[in-house]
């Protein structure tokens, strides 16, 4: 299965660009990269997926490299409501069931 | 998308009883997903609930501590039994709406339980 690797935590100041990355280097061909966020004391929220190609929502931006080893999730106006546990999913292989790894606490600063 | 909801919210209870977590969606849905996060901890998959089968576990879960129902494509519960304060966690749900082509699952809001 895909291990997900990603910096334990995270500073951003309110208003710059957060860029958080991961590192999926085991990922097959066919495996989607998912992002996730949870908020203190709530469940996770679906933030943003992808496969191959950059992606892009209201929410965030999905930036994959070329050989898919590695990705970065751009939150381009951060806000102190984005302050959460950001979690990279590859769900196991042949499945879709979620291995969630450890996260990256983000902080946005005031 | 799919709105969750949780009963009970929180919970207190004593070592060696049993609770059981409701878990409801507005939305008929194939798969779901019970996961547990200890205090401090990412999430771990303890079980996978499709209506008409029988829940499949993950490693280090088993059906005689945590049973699992699906009566129907809206409703599962999760029973934690004979509890010990190592179950103290946060019990959540998750479903996938569009039964697993490759989007994503919503979660509930968590069951808080401490085991005293």
């Known amino acids: 299965d895909a291990k997900t690797t990603q910096p334990t935590s995270m500073d951003c100041a309110e208003g710059r660009a957060a860029n958080l990355p991961c590192n999926h280097s085991t990922i097959s061909g066919n495996e989607y990269v998912y992002w996730y966020r949870q908020i203190h004391s709530q469940g996770p929220q679906y933030i943003i997926h992808g496969l191959k190609n950059n992606e892009t929502n209201e929410m965030a931006s999905l930036i994959i490299t070329e050989d898919r080893k590695s990705s970065t999730l751009i939150l381009p106006h951060a806000t102190l409501r984005d302050t959460a546990v950001y979690y990279c999913?590859?769900?196991?292989?042949?499945?879709?069931?979620?291995?969630f790894g450890t996260g990256t606490r983000l902080k946005v600063l005031a | 998308s799919a709105v969750i909801s949780q009963k009970p919210s929180r919970d207190i209870c004593q070592r060696g009883t049993s609770l059981t977590i409701q878990c409801q969606v507005d939305?008929?849905?194939?798969?779901m997903f019970w996961y547990r996060q200890q205090p401090g901890q990412s999430l771990t998959l303890i079980a996978t609930a499709n209506q008409g089968s029988e829940a499949t576990y993950e490693s280090g879960f088993v059906i005689d501590k945590f049973p699992i129902s699906r009566p129907n494509l809206t409703f599962s519960t999760l029973t934690v039994s004979n509890m010990s304060p190592e179950d103290s966690s946060i019990y959540l749900c998750?479903?996938?709406?569009?039964?697993?082509?490759?989007?994503?699952?919503?979660f509930g809001p968590g069951t808080r339980l401490t085991v005293l």
């Open positions: 939305s008929q849905v194939t798969m």
């Open positions: 998750s479903v996938d709406p569009k039964g697993g082509q490759h989007n994503e699952q919503f």
């Open positions: 999913i590859v769900p196991k292989r042949g499945t879709y069931k979620y291995i």
